[in-house]
């Protein structure tokens, strides 16, 4: 999976990416991460990727040129019959919200470009006429778009092979199984008076799976009901979540 990131602060990903997992799948070669200076491409020797608004108003814009011509190179770097499939994306308060269904289609992907918004934001011709997709991380607004695409990056990553030890990991994921994650614990059995659910120390592992599942449904239903209707329910989970309170639509 190649990741081409458009920015004006490569630094910021210079200082984060060599981490953690991450760190571990780019030092693979199972995800690659390049970040372009937008500023490289300015038109004078100064660098200057933003200016004033036409009509005035409050804030600077980042300029089209340097913006398309960085595009034009990294597309360079793709292969030609990856133009087309490749996904060019504005990160933008304006955006479409990321969710678990954007993350997995951009997983199956071979390369995705990625352009940081900064200032008031870019001229509206790089969205008209370059842009794929606009996404979003969320209603609030970032100083710029590169934390955001480092959320799609870790996010996306997560999903391609060999990055992750246990892809089952994944699967059973919070969000990914379509519900909440069920309460995790381990060593010590008690710590300051605070002990383990018995159930999880009684190696009954058909028992420990429904008291996961039940926690889940349970954790679910308070927090994100929102999920429900869309989940993998079964007859004992529909069963279960009526007991607790929840009225399936119809």
Not at 229 to 246: F, K, M, Q, V, W
């Amino acid at each position: 999976m190649h990741f081409h990131v458009l920015t004006l602060f490569p630094q910021i990903f210079n200082g984060t990416l060599p981490h953690s997992m991450m760190g571990r799948a780019i030092d693979k070669g199972i995800v690659s991460v390049t970040c372009t200076d937008i500023r490289d491409y300015s038109s004078d020797s100064h660098g200057t990727a933003d200016d004033y608004q036409y009509g005035g108003g409050p804030g600077m814009v980042m300029k089209p040129e340097p913006i398309f011509e960085a595009a034009d190179n990294v597309f360079k770097q793709i292969p030609i019959l990856d133009h087309a499939s490749t996904p060019i994306v504005l990160l933008s308060p304006q955006g479409k919200h990321l969710d678990q269904d954007i993350i997995t289609k951009f997983s199956k992907l071979d390369n995705l470009v990625l352009i940081c918004g900064h200032y008031a934001g870019v001229d509206e011709r790089v969205r008209d006429h370059l842009v794929t997709e606009e996404i979003s991380i969320g209603d609030y607004v970032l100083t710029g778009g590169e934390l955001a695409a480092l959320v799609i990056i870790d996010s996306v990553s997560r999903f391609v092979s060999g990055v992750i030890g246990s892809e089952d990991n994944v699967q059973k994921d919070s969000i990914t199984s379509g519900l909440l994650q069920h309460p995790l614990y381990t060593r010590p059995a008690e710590y300051r008076s605070l002990q383990v659910p018995e159930i999880l120390l009684s190696g009954n592992h058909a028992e420990i799976d429904q008291w996961r599942r039940h926690e889940s449904l349970k954790r679910t239903l308070a927090h994100r009901p929102d999920l429900l209707p869309t989940a993998d329910l079964d007859e004992n989970d529909i069963r279960y979540l009526s007991e607790l309170g929840y009225k399936q639509n119809s």
